[in-house]
């Protein structure tokens, strides 16, 4: 019995040691598998945005869309059926954000999707009291998942992809801000990339989106942006993507902070 225990300890070390060697080999096997002809047709149809990008990033576009479909499960709610559009056109819209860099939504593994707008429970507290109130929502975003899409808002802003209006980058947006440890506009920055500046730059941003939007004025970003800096950070980065040569126009440093931090240029990319 003495000498047992340190076999079985050795065993449970090795096992676990295989299992972690051999997710390895899967996740390194899927990001260097290419999507089916049949899919691919299927992806590009249902997100125009991606083929503006460039031809060097998708392959990398293509395996990251694998191991997140590898890792996340698709749930259909309200009847809804999960077909191969969905999952293609929300996969390849969440692994657009982080085509060229090294995050990955590491606490994801469920996505509802509803037929259209849903029904959700908001909570807030005065003092002892807590509120309780049901609000309409296109998209919801928790952290360590769920993702909660509406499907028909969903690709409907993949379908539209200049309007600056997309809740499959919004909501993701949240998930990559969430990397950090918490949802606060303050996402993981590049190595090379400033706190302070990031800083400086995005709360600068924000103050004047803030004043255009209780101003009553037209704003370049969505004006939900102006509700905290977590919502004005998802609304930039749907810009970023949709309306990429305005924002580099009217916020050239918020733009350039994006660009670093996502490693991507779509105002460069061809229309």
């Known amino acids: 019995m003495i000498y047992l225990i340190p076999i079985l300890i050795i065993a449970g070390l090795c096992y676990l040691a295989y299992r972690s060697w051999a997710a390895a080999q899967t996740r390194k096997h899927l990001l260097a598998s290419p999507l089916s002809d049949a899919d691919r047709t299927i992806l590009h149809g249902q997100?125009?945005?991606?083929r503006r990008l460039p031809p060097e990033l998708h392959a990398p576009l293509e395996g990251k869309i694998n191991l997140f479909l590898h890792q996340t499960d698709m749930y259909g709610c309200d009847g809804l059926e999960i077909t191969d559009e969905m999952v293609l056109s929300i996969a390849g819209q969440a692994c657009l954000l982080i085509v060229n860099t090294d995050a990955w939504y590491k606490n994801l593994r469920t996505i509802l999707i509803y037929p259209s707008?849903?029904?959700?429970?908001?909570?807030?507290?005065?003092?002892?009291?807590?509120?309780?109130?049901?609000?309409i929502r296109l998209g919801e975003s928790w952290a360590r998942g769920p993702v909660i899409l509406s499907w028909a808002h969903s690709q409907q802003g993949a379908m539209n992809d200049q309007d600056g209006h997309n809740v499959v980058l919004h909501e993701f947006a949240h998930q990559l801000d969430d990397?950090?440890?918490?949802?606060?506009?303050?996402?993981?920055?590049?190595?090379?990339?400033?706190?302070?500046?990031?800083?400086?730059?995005?709360?600068?941003?924000?103050?004047?989106?803030?004043?255009?939007?209780?101003?009553?004025?037209?704003?370049?970003?969505?004006?939900?942006?102006?509700?905290?800096?977590?919502?004005?950070l998802a609304v930039s980065v749907e810009a970023f993507f949709e309306k990429a040569?305005?924002?580099?126009?009217?916020?050239?440093?918020?733009?350039?902070?994006?660009s670093t931090l996502l490693q991507l240029d779509p105002a460069a990319w061809p229309d």
């Open 117 to 135: 707008a849903f029904h959700s429970v908001r909570k807030s507290s005065d003092g002892f009291v807590v509120k309780e109130e049901r609000v």
């Open 47 to 50: 997100v125009p945005l991606i």
């Open 179 to 232: 990397l950090s440890g918490g949802v606060n506009g303050i996402p993981v920055l590049q190595k090379r990339q400033s706190f302070a500046q990031w800083e400086r730059v995005f709360v600068d941003a924000y103050d004047r989106h803030l004043k255009k939007v209780r101003r009553g004025r037209k704003t370049l970003l969505d004006a939900y942006g102006a509700t905290n800096h977590q919502e004005f």
């Open 245 to 258: 040569e305005q924002l580099q126009e009217h916020e050239p440093a918020l733009y350039a902070q994006l």
